[in-house]
């Protein structure tokens, strides 16, 4: 029996029920390759249960917290933590959306690749929406992101190769001059496609399921439905997700109530759900990486409205699939209200039907391929 390729993954930290533990979870369920996973922090209870299944070494400390506390404290596990024995791997593949390719200064390898979400964007594409969050952020944010850059550029010095799910995280790759462009290779994204089927029957709930931090921006979406006609037509939101930043969640809370619902930590049996009986979706986040609720959404055969911003355009087409509107209150209650039209509507139903799935056996696939011809094998 041939030996498989041994693989050193690097996760920074799986503490929630978000798209980065859902990607690491397809890439330990490919078969090909004897996968390890490090990682500086695990709560068994807020992630996916699947992650029960495998090994999951913990090195070094992390701790959760804002985000400055959370960066620093990560800052420190990187350049302290040593993965014992990292040269018997056959790659060093570090997961990361900005700082944990940090490792390589303690962690060396001769095939060292990043699994990249995107560079970090509290330095580069959100600086502004993180400078402007807290008197803290406006402080000490220019002199930290001005140090990160100068060890973001020698650490990727590096990483042989960069594996990411969408063109704009390539583009930002190539924009911050990190790494060249054919040495990047971009797969499919990563959407757990085997218990989902298209759902041809809705009720009028619109869907907005996501991890509640600020830059989701589920304040929008309330503000944005309250000023649509869809509310005096008997359509509900429902905000579901991880209460990842508990202040904001609270205060999401505090504007449910009559036609908004704010449900936290939902199961996946009640994710699905609401993806099957809801009319349609929203996805508000700010300038998104790759973006997979879209994704799911149209594998349900339920149209997007969606910001025009990051990943979701690459997936999203305005009018075909679902609707694009600017991050104003006014733009998306317009995009909201097209719902009611029921030809557009059923249009749009047709058009997320007929969307490229991006299935996990075709993405695993894709891994295969990427990983085989950074190995130097044939795929």
Not at 122 to 147: G, Q, V
Not at 258 to 286: H, P, Q, W
Request: positive net charge.
């Amino acid at each position: 029996m041939a030996i498989k390729p041994k693989i050193a993954l690097l996760v920074p930290w799986i503490k929630s029920k978000g798209g980065v533990e859902r990607d690491i979870l397809i890439f330990l369920k490919d078969k090909r390759y004897d996968i390890d996973v490090f990682t500086f922090f695990y709560d068994k209870k807020k992630t996916f249960e699947e992650f029960g299944d495998f090994d999951i070494k913990v090195i070094g400390k992390a701790k959760g917290g804002a985000f400055l506390s959370r960066g620093v404290s990560l800052f420190r596990a990187l350049l302290s933590s040593k993965i014992p024995s990292l040269d018997s791997y056959d790659a060093f593949v570090i997961s990361t959306a900005g700082i944990a390719e940090f490792a390589v200064f303690r962690n060396r390898h001769r095939l060292t690749v990043a699994v990249t979400h995107t560079p970090l964007r509290a330095a580069h594409n959100m600086y502004e929406y993180y400078s402007k969050s807290s008197a803290k952020n406006r402080l000490i944010l220019p002199f930290a992101a001005l140090f990160y850059k100068f060890l973001e550029k020698r650490a990727w010095r590096r990483i042989r190769y960069a594996i990411v799910f969408s063109d704009e995280v390539r583009r930002r790759l190539i924009q911050y001059r990190l790494i060249d462009w054919d040495r990047i290779i971009k797969i499919s994204p990563p959407v757990d496609y085997r218990n989902i089927k298209v759902s041809r029957k809705h009720r009028k709930i619109i869907f907005y399921p996501s991890r509640f931090v600020p830059y989701k921006r589920q304040h929008l979406a309330v503000y944005a439905f309250k000023a649509s006609k869809l509310p005096q037509n008997g359509f509900k939101l429902v905000l579901g997700g991880f209460p990842e930043d508990r202040k904001y969640f609270e205060s999401i809370k505090a504007m449910s109530g009559g036609d908004v619902i704010v449900r936290e930590n939902l199961s996946e049996k009640e994710l699905s759900r609401l993806y099957r009986d809801c009319y349609a979706t929203m996805f508000l986040a700010v300038n998104e990486d790759t973006g997979l609720v879209p994704l799911e959404s149209l594998a349900y055969g339920k149209p997007v409205v969606a910001v025009n911003e990051g990943g979701p355009k690459e997936f999203v087409n305005d009018g075909v699939n679902g609707m694009l509107a600017e991050a104003d209150t006014k733009s998306i209650a317009r995009a909201l209200d097209s719902l009611l039209d029921r030809r557009l509507y059923a249009s749009m139903v047709k058009g997320a039907i007929k969307s490229e799935r991006h299935d996990e056996s075709r993405m695993s696939g894709e891994f295969d391929r990427a990983m085989d011809s950074i190995l130097g094998k044939k795929g």
